[in-house]
């Protein structure tokens, strides 16, 4: 009888259990990916609504203050109502007037911030007169 030699590797690794590896770890870093961008757009939008709501506190003080008149631009300077000046979009750093509709009267304002994720915006409040169809949060006077 012949014998026959058995040769055993140890140690090692075939390139099929390599790949299966790289393939399930590239799974999970695509999936975190998206997590983490989703969770960004859902920050931004969350600071945008913020910033908005801080933009009409400081309109209904004007307001008060000014014995029932709204400043009549929408970029007048507040500096008493809002120190740090109009809030600024946290991704693309313009100013929410510059990016979404926006109208200031004596009588009324209405803000706008386009917002990044679908379904959270406000678009079917009739209060503003702002890009209908838009994926906007938007508030206006309380007045």
Not at 107 to 116: G, H, I, N
């Amino acid at each position: 009888m012949a014998n026959i030699r058995i040769i055993h590797h140890n140690g090692g690794f075939s390139l099929m259990e390599l790949l299966i590896v790289i393939a399930i770890i590239g799974a999970l870093v695509s999936i975190a990916a998206a997590s983490y961008s989703s969770a960004q757009k859902r920050s931004r939008d969350s600071r945008r609504s913020s910033d908005i709501k801080a933009m009409q506190n400081a309109w209904e003080q004007y307001y008060s203050d000014q014995g029932g008149v709204y400043p009549t631009l929408c970029t007048a300077s507040m500096t008493s109502y809002l120190p740090q000046g109009l809030p600024l979009d946290p991704k693309t750093s313009a100013n929410y007037y510059a990016n979404a509709a926006t109208s200031c009267t004596p009588s009324t304002y209405c803000f706008c911030a386009l917002l990044e994720r679908t379904g959270g915006g406000n678009a079917s409040d009739t209060s503003c007169t702002y890009a209908a169809g838009g994926n906007y949060s938007c508030l206006s006077n309380l007045q």
